[in-house]
């Protein structure tokens, strides 16, 4: 195939819409444009609100991160009045955030982006009937295993967070509930069951064991489970080689408690880890269709560009750090805490997105047993915090997908500015003004496309491999 | 039955708590019942122009579309034109396909407050120009006229909520598939009555708080919550109490107010959400359907009569002071 132009579009099992143009020649990508065709102005919805407003708000940026985003906002709205949450609120408010993203991760794997691999260009394949017993799309075995033990894991947040998505349970003081000691064993109970489902039909191993693997040999030698599958498909067809990153990662920094993170914050940039520093950070508009000046999020407007200028394609501004793209998820957040194996894997592609996922849903299990253990049912969960008259904030937070801010300044009681960068903002931005594009832009770059294709399968495993949020995006 | 289902301008959480039914799960839920998913944004295989195929299929009439779900306000902004949300590949808004597809379908289902009323989706000041199939707000007539009718003859049918609950969804596609959902089983809003003919403050575990007026004073305490943090369950419509969400979940069992999210308009209430505004100390928004001389009476009866178990507890954390116990009959 050789100098045509590809939309590829709707793109589904992405959460939200999106649509990718390739310029294709030689079988292969030689460039692409992502653009987020959907426009919704929550930055907007909260201006001259009061500030607790944007605990009902902001969840409902997006129904499959709605945690990470209350989360966000109260750190926000707490750092804007100068509160702190009692401890043990802020241990149930990182259980709660920890289900979601656990909940998340799985959904991934097993709804999103699995089931691509049981397209019939794959049925010559040595793993193809299995994987097509395991993850045809609302048949398989998987997909109904994986939503019903996510429902079973999600009973937490019924006892804890009275329902999700949308919770009102979080607050810059702590949780609005005080789980006693039978919330806790039950707490206990749920997890163990997932810890089973994980260890028998995810890992089909010790969690602990997946979680202890270093090197990317030891990791392609782990043969059992859904994951073993996975790796067996990996190998198969070189998914490390397939859209590869830039190896430049972001974490904000998982679940903040009084006792630190669960996962460390902080920048990895050409193999060196240094401290998370958002002094150098702006939305570059020059490629979206917004109106305004390049800016730091404490300072940012969002005004659409009604026109539609030809220049731009995306309603996604383009976060830039110090001038550079930087990719976010789970693989980054892994990357930066340090853990050997993520280490090996990073600058990879779609297996070490996937692979970083994996890693990360086997270590929050043992996170979220731990907060469980640590609940101490006589303890306050909230304290209480004032109004916030004025001040500014950001709320620092990981989604499953990645980094999640939200910036903040309150004026008389009010909202006076409120903007926010969700994680596939960072993954999936446009060009930039210097004409950078970015990370997905750039993985895709090279990606082979049959003869015929109209809706590459490599490209589909890139673009899921992100996790991407679109909903979260456009907010 | 076959259902063909879209997510237009929201957040996609109608469909993440749709996937927390509880047996059996969602999918095998909807097959047991004969409903067969056409094609699903979060859940099918196809991707690009198989969908486009398919859409195309049904525009023809080669596919008959028995239900169309529709997860997400409409955005016709900028200038009525949809362009806010295009469906990616068609080159067409979001707008121009949900009225083309809508007067195709048995029924129109909208999932959600969003799709229902245009919801949060719709809120301060609309910067998308956001609208509900059949309601802008509480104002009859969205993208589709007041007038409008499924081929089989109902209105949208409005699974309003947001998030809307998983069963209250499958159940009204469990019910049209069993043709046992006809217009007296809606509100006049359209609901499903299954749902909407109760009161979140039915079965809320602090009705006896209510019942004495002993209150919550911050998030956090047990006490009721309608006299000083916002919550309208005595108004608000859903079987939210009475049938729990994730296993044994409310809004106040979690100790934070029911916003009353199956409402239109529930995401501009003139005050913030967890504050009950007042006139002169007195909560407005009382019971709708009460008159308010007799509520003042029978509050202040019911204050000056409060046991001091409940309003003790109505200001902890958790319950201080147990139910004492049945003397033993001398
Ligand atoms: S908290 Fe709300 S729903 Fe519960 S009893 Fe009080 S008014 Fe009713
Ligand atoms: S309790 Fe109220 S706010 Fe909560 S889900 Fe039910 S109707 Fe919505």
Known sequence: MSGTRLVVGPFNRVEGDLEVSLDIDDGAVQSARVNAPLYRGFETMLMGRPPSDALTLTPRICGICSISQSSAAVHALAAAGGHRPAPQGAAMAALIHAVENAADHLAHFNLFFMPDFTRPCYADRPWYDRTVERFKALEGAAPKQGIEARTALMHILGLLAGKWPHTLAIQPGGVTRAPGPRDKVRIMASLTAFRRFLEGVVFGGSLEEFAAIETPDALMAWDTGDVGLFLRIAADLDLDALGRGSGRYLSFGAYPMSSGHGFDPGLWAEGRLDPLDLSGLVEDLSHAWMLGETSHPATGQTLPDEEMRAEAYTWCKAPRLNGQTYEVGAIARQVVDGHPLARALAGGGVLARVAGRLLELARTQGLMEDLARGIEPGAAFMDPAPDVQSGTGAGLVEAARGALGHWVRVQDGRIACYQIIAPTTWNFSPRDARDVPGPLETALVGTPVAEGETTPVAVQHIVRSFDPCMVCTVH | ?330
């Open chain 2, 1 to 330: 039955m076959n259902v063909l289902w879209l997510q237009t301008s929201g957040c996609g959480g109608c469909t993440m708590s749709v996937l927390c039914a509880d047996a059996p799960n969602f999918f095998d839920l909807l097959d047991n019942a004969g409903v067969r998913i056409l094609w699903h944004p979060a859940l099918s295989v196809e991707s690009g122009e198989e969908v486009i195929a398919l859409l195309e299929r049904i525009v023809r009439g080669d596919v008959p579309l028995d239900v169309l779900c529709v997860e997400g306000a409409i955005a016709r902004g900028p200038r009525g034109t949809g362009r806010y949300q295009m469906l990616s590949g068609t080159g067409r808004s979001m707008f121009d396909w949900a009225l083309e597809l809508a007067p195709l379908a048995q029924h129109v289902v909208a999932v959600g407050s969003c799709a229902a009323f245009g919801g949060v989706s719709s809120a301060g000041g609309n910067p998308s120009d956001a609208a509900g199939l059949q309601y802008e707000g509480s104002h009859a007539g969205g993208i589709l006229p007041p007038e409008f009718r499924g081929r089989a003859g109902l209105p949208v049918v409005n699974v309003a909520g947001c998030p809307t609950h998983p069963d209250w969804v499958t159940e009204t596609l469990m019910l049209l598939a069993s043709d046992a959902l006809g217009p007296t089983d809606l509100d006049a809003l359209a609901r499903p009555r299954f749902y909407a003919e109760h009161l979140v403050h039915h079965g809320c575990p602090k009705n006896e708080f209510y019942e004495y007026k002993a209150s919550a004073t911050r998030l956090c305490e047990i006490g009721c919550m309608m006299e000083h943090l916002g919550c309208v369950g005595t108004q608000a419509v859903g079987d939210c109490n009475i049938r729990p969400w994730n296993g044994s979940g409310s809004c106040t069992r979690a100790g934070y107010p029911c916003i009353s999210c199956t409402a239109p308009e529930f995401e501009e209430p003139k005050h913030a959400f967890t504050e009950t505004p007042k006139v002169a100390g007195i909560p407005v928004g009382l019971p709708s359907d009460m008159p308010k001389a007799w509520f003042m009476a029978l509050a202040s009866l019911s204050k000056a009569a409060t046991p001091e178990r409940l309003s003790k507890n109505a200001v902890a954390d958790r319950v201080e002071i147990l139910p004492s116990p049945r003397k033993p009959r001398g």
